[in-house]
């Protein structure tokens, strides 16, 4: 039985967005506790790409999907495979998904996550400087490639978004690939580098970061998982499995793609799925170093230099959380990744699998739970969560004091499903 005292804040979850939330809480002075069952390695945040990205303004729902749709459906795409047994599950998510395949919705989706995706890399490194983890970051932006021109003229569409929010990025020609970016044994015929992008070289080091940083700074850990939360008039009990509890004025729910199931218990409906990933390190074999993260967008693969050795990361899988992996996806990635950069043998046994955790609109949750008052909603953050995990920390810390936010936070609100 657990009995934690009584704090200001008590943060659901210890991802880079709870632990955010907990530091800018703490800095405002308040009191914090922190429930999460611990083991970070099964968070996103540990084995996400690294990429704090300042162009990730796109939702999954591009206005060419729908006519992808029956080859993903098939599993015959790299890109998006569904894990059958979980379909029932993730049917309402999908179908309000599809709903928004079109232009206008994306570019909605695009000028909600500017502001978001502007400040992601200054808070970064604001934080990583106040916790000594700036060697954990570099910015030499990160490289989208294709194939052919005919896949470059394709995404011209993203070029006009990105160009109208100002966000920088250079179009290098397939012939200089070789001299930008020596590491690449494969012939690209165009890549699009964002060069305002940063890359993290150790998630999970930069997470352990923050939570060395919290501790230090005395908020309270629990090590358990969050049942329910309960309101009452002057605050809220998070409930934890196997008895006890956490009281605070505030709770905060950032449990990633677990809150989904959190967020049922209090009575909601959201439309959360866990778009799951897998990753796998290589050790590189090739004269020249890799220098920045790459997205292979005919292969439908990132590979990101970090400290562990090449991370080959796979695209998406629809599945519930829980589900049993397969490694069917990562294997094609890996395939594909080696024809691109000069891999050796893999570092680790087996692949890493997490969940993002992902809404129709490829927006986060973030603001007061619609009929909870005590209770603030931080989850959703889809592709782009360590990238803006500190921002939404401060934001939510902002909301919690009654300050008015940096950004603006009304295209978050949960109210909107
Ligand atoms: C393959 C892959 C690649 C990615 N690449 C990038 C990238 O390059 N750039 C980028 O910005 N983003 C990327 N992402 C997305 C990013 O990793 C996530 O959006 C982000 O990590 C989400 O952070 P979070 O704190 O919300 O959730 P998580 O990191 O999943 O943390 C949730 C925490 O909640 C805890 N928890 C769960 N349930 C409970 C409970 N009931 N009680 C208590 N605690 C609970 C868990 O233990 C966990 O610690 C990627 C994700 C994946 C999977």
């Not at 932006?141 to 896949?151: D, F, I, Q, T």
């Not at 012939?175 to 305002?196: C, K, S």
């Not at 973030?366 to 401060?394: E, M, N, Q, Y």
Request: proline share 5%.
């Amino acid at each position: 039985m657990i009995a934690a005292p009584a704090s200001d804040v008590a943060v659901i979850g210890g991802g880079i967005v709870g632990l955010a939330t907990a530091l800018a809480c703490r800095a405002r002075g308040l009191g914090v506790t922190v429930v999460d069952p611990g083991g970070i390695r099964n968070a996103a945040s540990y084995g996400n790409a690294g990429v704090i990205s300042r162009g990730s303004l796109f939702s999954m729902a591009s206005p060419g999907l729908r006519a992808k749709l029956p080859r993903y459906a098939l599993n015959r795409e790299a890109a998006v495979r569904v894990d059958y047994g979980s379909l029932l599950a993730v049917m309402p998510w999908l179908l309000a998904f599809v709903r928004r395949c079109d232009e206008a919705s994306w570019r909605a989706t695009a000028a909600a996550l500017d502001p978001l995706c502007s400040a992601a890399y200054d808070e970064h490194w604001r934080i990583a400087g106040m916790i000594g983890a700036r060697d954990l970051i570099q910015r030499r932006g990160w490289v989208k490639l294709y194939r052919s021109e005919a896949a470059f003229a394709a995404s011209a569409l993203e070029r006009d978004i990105l160009g109208h929010h100002k966000v920088a990025f250079e179009v290098i020609d397939g012939a200089e690939l070789p001299q930008f970016e020596p590491a690449l044994t494969r012939r690209f015929a165009r890549a699009v580098w964002h060069t305002e992008t940063g890359a993290v070289s150790d998630p999970g080091g930069l997470v352990h970061a923050y939570e060395a940083a919290a501790r230090q700074q005395g908020v309270e850990f629990v090590g358990a998982r969050a049942r329910t939360v309960v309101e009452g008039d002057e605050g809220a009990r998070v409930l934890l499995e196997g008895g006890g509890e956490v009281e605070a004025r505030t709770v905060v729910i950032a449990a990633g793609a677990h809150s989904h199931a959190l967020t049922r218990t209090m009575g909601y409906r959201l439309p959360l799925a866990a778009e799951r990933g897998y990753h796998r390190h290589f050790a590189p074999t090739g004269s020249h170093a890799l220098t920045r993260p790459i997205n292979d967008t005919g292969g439908a693969y990132v590979i990101a230099p970090m400290k562990a050795g090449l991370r080959v990361l796979s695209g998406v899988e629809l599945a519930t959380p829980d589900a049993a992996p397969n490694h069917a996806q990562i294997g094609l990635a890996e395939q594909q990744a080696r024809g691109t950069v000069a891999m050796g043998e893999a570092v680790e046994g087996e692949a890493w699998h997490g969940s993002r955790p992902s809404t129709p609109d490829g927006l986060p949750v973030i603001g007061r739970a619609p009929r909870h008052r005590h209770v603030v909603f931080a989850f959703g953050h889809g592709h782009i969560g360590l990238s803006t995990g500190p921002t939404t920390g401060k934001v939510v810390a902002e909301i919690i004091a009654g300050e008015a936010t940096s950004i603006p936070t009304a295209p978050f609100a949960a109210e909107r499903f």
